[in-house]
């Protein structure tokens, strides 16, 4: 979320909490987003046998949104981290810890909320996390390929049918071949797959 104001980030960090809040019919009455992030994670470990997830995406967000701002910048890089050091308050409670952004340096500048986290960007382990594989498509997506082949035309591509589908299949690895975080594994882009199928076309 991009912020105009540091109390507009704060808000907004309040907000989502209380929406999330609401679901579980827990009250949060807290004065900030980290203490609001405490009440929210320590109540729902009081459901029987439940540790929270936090899923943090773009968590940088604010703060490289207002890269041109460096006032601002730093207000927001300071309730961000305010924000992430409550995590360690509540590790007894999580389960685990999930946070994606673009920019690592940004992680490094903020308290020690997040630099504990173990970086999978590039690990080899995880190479094939994001997006999917090749192999992948072809086992999730047979019957999305053979619609995707019915309203192409045809006169693009060999017969038989699986000479076609083959033909397809390099179509779309040399449109959507994605990225490789390890230089080996190669992921197609997941958004882009998607409105492939939906729109049927390239």
Same mark, same amino acid.
Request: net charge negative; proline share 5%; hydrophobic share 35%.
């Given at each position: 979320?991009?912020?105009?104001?540091?109390?507009?980030?704060?808000?907004?960090?309040?907000?989502?909490?209380?929406?999330?809040?609401?679901?579980?019919?827990?009250?949060?009455?807290?004065?900030?987003?980290?203490?609001?992030?405490?009440?929210?994670?320590?109540?729902?470990?009081?459901?029987?046998?439940?540790?929270?997830?936090?899923?943090?995406?773009?968590?940088?967000?604010?703060?490289?949104?207002?890269?041109?701002?460096?006032?601002?910048?730093?207000?927001?890089?300071?309730? @961000?981290?305010?924000?992430?050091? !409550? $995590?360690?308050? &509540?590790?007894?409670?999580?389960?685990?810890?999930? %946070?994606? =952004?673009? *920019?690592?340096?940004?992680?490094?500048? @903020?308290?020690?909320?997040?630099? !504990? $986290?173990?970086? &999978?960007?590039?690990?080899?382990?995880?190479?094939? %996390?994001? =997006?999917? *594989?090749?192999?992948?498509?072809?086992?999730?997506?047979?019957?999305?390929?053979?619609?995707?082949?019915?309203?192409?035309?045809?006169?693009?591509?060999?017969?038989?049918?699986?000479?076609?589908?083959?033909?397809?299949?390099?179509?779309?690895?040399?449109?959507?071949?994605?990225?490789?975080?390890?230089?080996?594994?190669?992921?197609?882009?997941?958004?882009?797959?998607?409105?492939?199928?939906?729109?049927?076309?390239?």
């Amino acid at each position: 979320m991009a912020s105009s104001s540091p109390e507009k980030l704060s808000e907004d960090l309040l907000y989502r909490l209380q929406r999330i809040a609401e679901k579980f019919w827990i009250n949060l009455n807290a004065p900030s987003p980290g203490a609001a992030l405490e009440t929210l994670t320590a109540s729902i470990h009081d459901y029987p046998d439940e540790k929270a997830v936090v899923l943090v995406d773009e968590y940088d967000c604010p703060v490289n949104h207002n890269a041109d701002d460096p006032p601002l910048m730093v207000a927001d890089s300071k309730i @961000l981290g305010d924000f992430y050091v !409550s $995590l360690m308050n &509540i590790d007894s409670c999580l389960r685990f810890v999930f %946070v994606t =952004g673009v *920019t690592r340096c940004a992680m490094m500048d @903020l308290p020690a909320g997040l630099n !504990s $986290l173990s970086g &999978i960007s590039l690990n080899s382990q995880y190479a094939a %996390v994001c =997006g999917f *594989t090749p192999e992948e498509s072809d086992l999730y997506f047979r019957d999305h390929c053979k619609s995707l082949l019915e309203k192409q035309d045809l006169q693009d591509y060999p017969k038989p049918q699986d000479a076609a589908a083959g033909k397809l299949k390099n179509k779309i690895l040399t449109w959507y071949d994605g990225c490789t975080w390890d230089g080996k594994t190669k992921v197609l882009n997941s958004c882009s797959i998607n409105s492939l199928f939906d729109q049927g076309e390239f």
